[in-house]
């Protein structure tokens, strides 16, 4: 949110006109507010944690609701946005914003990617995994927590900024807790540990609101809510299934949004004690897809091994 109306008003007050080096200015901006902050996050369990970077963005949406500069709670507006290194405007099809925003995520994909795989990475997945065994090998946890927070911070920024930038206007609303809700929802749709979870669920999240939204415009929190909790009780690939179940079925009969409360809930519950019979079951179908996944891998793997040793 903060990246967000940084670049927005970089834009609108022609501090920066260039949209890539506004970017780059947003992202630093937002990292030295991380920095800042990350002290507090410092403080406390992994609750508290949370708790404390959702209270920054509260006070960051207060701040922006009582300033002039920012719009307040119309919004920054009247932004106008100049092309691209010069020559790629802004389209109202949003053709440049695309390609923009995909090129973006590319860079930092591969920068976390390197990061990840870094000795600094390895050092954060010691610290997740157990921070007093990597405090006694010698890596400052709190240093390590620290850095992963600041570049956390310039990466949202950069997402904020991208935007704005590409529609041109930046409101509250990227600083509300819904906001914050949506990236953890992607994050355990796509799953969490590594980086690929967070773009496979961002895909898979917006597909989901989007189809909902379609379907049942004024439901559709409530089926993507039971997604979730299928996911918790049963795993990501297990309850996204069972969850497209329960809709498709209280779909095909036609309910109303009552009657299929009452649905859900019946069957919700039903799974609930089951679950015990079910897990063991669906760990099975785990396991032998597991097991000829690797059997197809082997047996790619074979290949150019027996042609090697046949040309020799």
């Not at 099809?93 to 860079?107: D, H, P, Q, V």
């Not at 099975?284 to 891998?297: D, F, S």
Request: aromatic share 10%.
């Amino acid at each position: 949110g903060f990246g967000a109306y940084v670049a927005g008003i970089l834009a609108k007050y022609g501090i920066v006109k260039e949209p890539v080096l506004a970017l780059l200015v947003s992202g630093l901006v937002a990292t030295v507010l991380g920095f800042v902050t990350s002290f507090l996050v410092l403080r406390g369990s992994d609750l508290t944690r949370l708790m404390v970077t959702l209270g920054v963005a509260l006070v960051l949406r207060e701040i922006a609701n009582r300033l002039d500069i920012t719009g307040g709670a119309d919004g920054l507006q009247g932004i106008v946005m100049e092309p691209v290194l010069g020559h790629f405007a802004f389209d109202i099809f949003g053709r440049t914003a695309y390609i923009y925003s995909l090129i973006t995520l590319f860079i930092l994909f591969v920068l976390a990617r390197r990061i990840v795989n870094s000795p600094f990475g390895l050092s954060l997945r010691s610290v997740h995994d157990n921070p007093l065994r990597a405090s006694a090998i010698g890596i400052h946890v709190n240093g390590r927590l620290v850095a992963i927070y600041t570049v956390a911070a310039g990466y949202a920024g950069i997402a904020g900024a991208l935007l704005t930038q590409s529609t041109q206007f930046a409101s509250l609303s990227v600083l509300d807790f819904e906001r914050s809700a949506d990236v953890l929802l992607m994050l355990i749709i796509g799953g969490t540990g590594y980086l690929y979870g967070g773009l496979i669920g961002a895909l898979l999240f917006k597909l989901m609101q989007d189809y909902l939204a379609s379907v049942t415009p004024q439901y559709w929190q409530f089926w993507l809510g039971l997604a979730l909790v299928m996911m918790i009780m049963f795993g990501r690939a297990y309850g996204a299934i069972v969850a497209a179940v329960i809709f498709g079925f209280c779909t095909a009969l036609q309910l109303d949004f009552l009657h299929s409360i009452v649905v859900t809930v019946v069957l919700v519950l039903v799974l609930g004690l089951a679950r015990p019979h079910i897990l063991p079951f669906t760990a099975k179908i785990t396991e032998r897809a597991n097991a000829l996944q690797r059997g197809i891998r082997a047996r790619f793997t074979r290949k150019p091994r027996a042609a090697n040793a046949s040309g020799a």
